[in-house]
């Protein structure tokens, strides 16, 4: 388990965190929406764990060991949540690949 | 603009057009491999000519062009409607940026984003080949919206890219992030998730999100790291110069500077060495190392001269140097008005010759006259060298002569100049309507003067752009009445006496004369009465008419008539006439009749308050004398008849707002005018004389004077304002 909940309550991320944990990520960040997130244990972060705090709008608090994470997608992630300097997304349903998996998420837990 | 960029702005354009000839023969299929050569000789020595004048932009655009072409060549590359198209479309762009050296006198400085198209176009298909994978976007919005956001931090080289992985990546055990961190040397990177993504609609196991970086790897690197990644990779290289212009780093910089100018010795020397410090980082960070070195020394020296001056000097120069930091307006000066073309003539030399030996002949009669004078001061009789000055005169008088028509033919060009751009337009302009179009142009050869020639452009476009629009059918209304499905318009110029014919005509539906007659009708164009005593022929002049421009209605349904009136007034400017001829079903031929040359217009003078005042003789029918009883008033004008016909009637000082001479004659003298198939009378004061004149129109703020035709210089020394007889009488 590499999502933890820390002493005050906020999400650490620990180690290698893999595309498994994205969904707990999720349900953590939905349980409390004003949570915060602590990645200065993070070594790795999956692309789903980015994905999942890009859509949260929640900047992880703390620096990455992981240097990529530091340097790039640390300030994407800020630059995600600042309107005129984000790159913006394509169009929503314009544009969903058409071979898109859908997953029924389980219950909590 | 300096001789080299003249010489080069003259081949280039030549150059282009040879370039745009070749490629529509091959595109009809007629070209072999003669064409192909030429054309790739066309690319290549446009790629050298940019090379002279070190326009690094066009050279790359016509590198690529010229790699394809060059597979074209070894037969191992079919010649395609897209290949021609792109090809077209990067002499397009070169002829733009022609039009700008043009303006600037030097290479555009921001000519490489549409570089970067044009290498795309080419290079990017062959990419796409071989990966064997679809473009994400074709159009690469994508990477203007990175240059705006992080314009600053493009490195000279490297690679921008765009990843948008396939929804099923995760499931795949991919990580694209993970791959991205692979690609050496990231400079930046940028996330994006589809627009109102919230985190309770996110499936944490389809991937949506998409990537954006910028690195100063090779695109080899790159696309090694993506390597087999299920998704839509889109690379775009970068090239030195492609970056926008560094505005914040200059920002950055000056502020430096205003850091280093302070005043006051208190923590002078931690000022001196912070903003030392972010300038060097700065530089580093752009990947000025040499210009970080070169910092850091000045620094230290500073820093133990407790002294900013040179450093200041060192950061402002950078400022300053245009290869070093540029900044955006410096960029932005190019005007983007089109200069009037063809600034530099190229000349038969032979008529170059004509005028040095007239030079010799005109120097002999003027000692001739030196002579004379001499032999009059030494005391000879006047009356003696009569004779002697008589013939010298007239020798005078030939050579004059001689002159004016030998600079006439230097200022002749072919309409060549102007309808060698039509076929390729005709092309374009039927594509996009979805009409077939034969497009003829013939009597290429035929010379005007410059003026004209140049001025042609705009009023034939417009007339042929009718002609395909509205003229000619579309291709299964063409088969159903018996005609050929591709249309046919012809150009056609050819010389009749002191005038040039061009014809553009067409084999389309023709005029519909019923329709105009009721369209005129409905919007009071004349009144009933003349319209039905107009004949069918009269009418169709009317498409002429201003205010028959504007109606789309007509257009639909005459099939002509959109903007002619501007044709009129453009053919009129240059001292021609616009007429139509039309057989319904057949067709419409319209005709500009133009004058051969602009510059001697024969003149008639004729005095009103005093002032000489002159009329182009053309215009001039007939002078009479009317005795002023026969002046009959007519609603708030005058009018009098001349052999059984009404003419209207202006007084000329009036009709200019001058005092009318108060000295009534028994007859009033007037001249008769015809305009547009008009006539018209003015009443002068006095009649003048027969002249030729050359006339120079009017410029600066008039310019748009109404009822003014020109100005040319009298033998006294008089102004003589020549006045345009039409619009004396709107």
Redesign the interface.
Known sequence: MTIKQGDIGEVLLIGDCS?ED??V??QR??ENPSVAVDWTKCT?????I???L????RLPEGVPKNP?LKA??G???R??REAN????????DA???N?????T?GPAG | MNEFVEQFLLEARELVEQGTNDLLELEKGKGGKETIDALFRAFHTLKGAAGIVEFAAMGRALHAAEETLSEVRNETREVSPTLVDDCLGCLDQIARWLDEMETTGEPPTNADDAADVIVEKFVGKAYDADTGRPRASADGAWFEILRNIHGSKMPAAGVALHFRPDADTFFRGEDPLARLARVPEVVVVDLALPDGTLLDDIDPFSCVLEIVAVSRASKDLVRAAFEGAPGVLDIVELHAGAVEPRQDLQSLLQAQILLLNEKGTEGRLGRLAAAGRVTINVLQHEGLLDAAARIAALLETCLVEGDATTLIAAIQSMLDSPTGVESAPHRNTAVRARAPTNRVMRVDPSRIDALVNLTGELTVTKNAFGHIAALVQNGVDPKELLTDLRQQQARLDRLVGELQRSILQIRVLPLRQVFQRFPRLVREISASIGKSVTFVAEGESTEADATIVESLFEPLLHIIRNAIDHGSEDPATRKAVGKAPSASIVLRARRQLENVIVEVEDDGRGIDVRRIREVAADRDLLPQASLSEMSDNEIMQLIFAPGFSTSTEVTGLSGRGVGLDSVKAAVERIGGTVSVDSYPGQGSKIRLTLPFTVMVTKVMTAEAAGQVFGFALDTVVETASVPRKDLAAVGRGRAFVLRDRTIPLINLAESLGLPRSQAATEEARIVVTSSAGYLGGIEVDRLGERMDVMLKPMDGLLKNMRGVAGTTLLGDGRVLIVLDVQELFE
């Open positions: 595309v994205a969904d990520l999720i960040l939905l790795n972060a999956h692309t789903a980015i994905q999942v890009m859509a949260s709008g990529f790039m997608v300030p994407a992630l630059r995600g300097s984000a790159f913006p997304g394509r169009p929503r544009k969903q690949p071979n898109a998996i859908t997953i998420k």
